[in-house]
T-cell receptor
Framework: AQSVTQLGSHVSVSEGALVLLRCNYSSSVPPYLFWYVQYPNQGLQLLLKYTSAATLVKGINGFEAEFKKSETSFHLTKPSAHMRDAAEYFCAVTEGDYGGSQGNLIFGKGTKLSVKP | DTEVTQTPKHLVMGMTNKKSLKCEQHMGHRAMYWYKQKAKKPPELMFVYSYEKLSINESVPSRFSPECPNSSLLNLHLHALQPEDSALYLC?????????????FGQGTRLTVV
């Protein structure tokens, strides 16, 4: 079964600094991986997704993530943090293309990003 | 239109009340989902509808009753809830249930059971 592990429940950076949010996956089949962002009292918004087309995936709001099979990782980065990036970030994997649970999102526990002025 | 609309945004209900949460999308998506999210936790899948048929019920108590009247609408009927059911309830939709299709989420309904 697929799963994702997010390292660090809380990450704090200064405005303008590099953002790095870590996600490692476990999957017996090629995974589909996603990063979602959740602002306070809001739903989830897709930042980017990996579906095997390219290992470096660019998303919205200046975020990108690199799929590294050898490291089973899909870390999220942004070169320069903005105050508006403060939110909860979830890494997720879907349960493949077949079977009763196909397409179901499995979320990591989330990482709260704080941005200091 | 890439929105999933949920109503109401906030709901306070007593343990003997009956209420319903509503979700609507007009993207032509054929898969719709209900998630429950407790504070500081990730969303947990409750129900999945595919082509208006219930595909998955993740062992959710019967006091939660989903309904999919048509391909654009998804309801969650609530009855005799407990205080521990207080949470953010999120609706989502996707084009289909393929593993690589992205899910679009609504803003959620913040439910408080008193």
């Amino acid at each position: 079964a697929q799963s994702v592990t997010q390292l660090g429940s809380h990450v704090s950076v200064s405005e303008g600094a590099l953002v790095l949010l870590r996600c490692n996956y476990s999957s017996s089949v090629p995974p589909y991986l996603f990063w979602y962002v959740q602002y306070p009292n809001q739903g989830l918004q897709l930042l980017l997704k990996y579906t095997s087309a390219a290992t470096l995936v660019k998303g919205i709001n200046g975020f990108e993530a690199e799929f590294k099979k050898s490291e089973t990782s899909f870390h999220l980065t942004k070169p320069s943090a903005h105050m508006r990036d403060a939110a909860e970030y979830f890494c997720a994997v879907t349960e493949g293309d077949y079977g009763g649970s196909q397409g179901n999102l499995i979320f990591g526990k989330g990482t709260k990003l704080s941005v200091k002025p | 239109d890439t929105e999933v609309t949920q109503t109401p945004k906030h709901l306070v209900m007593g343990m003997t009340n009956k209420k319903s949460l509503k979700c609507e999308q007009h993207m032509g998506h054929r898969a719709m989902y209900w998630y429950k999210q407790k504070a500081k936790k990730p969303p947990e899948l409750m129900f999945v509808y595919s082509y208006e048929k219930l595909s998955i019920n993740e062992s959710v108590p019967s006091r939660f009753s989903p309904e999919c009247p048509n391909s654009s609408l998804l309801n969650l009927h609530l009855h005799a809830l407990q205080p521990e059911d207080s949470a953010l309830y999120l609706c989502a939709s996707s084009q289909d249930r393929g593993g690589n299709t992205e899910a679009f989420f609504g803003q959620g309904t913040r439910l408080t059971v008193v």
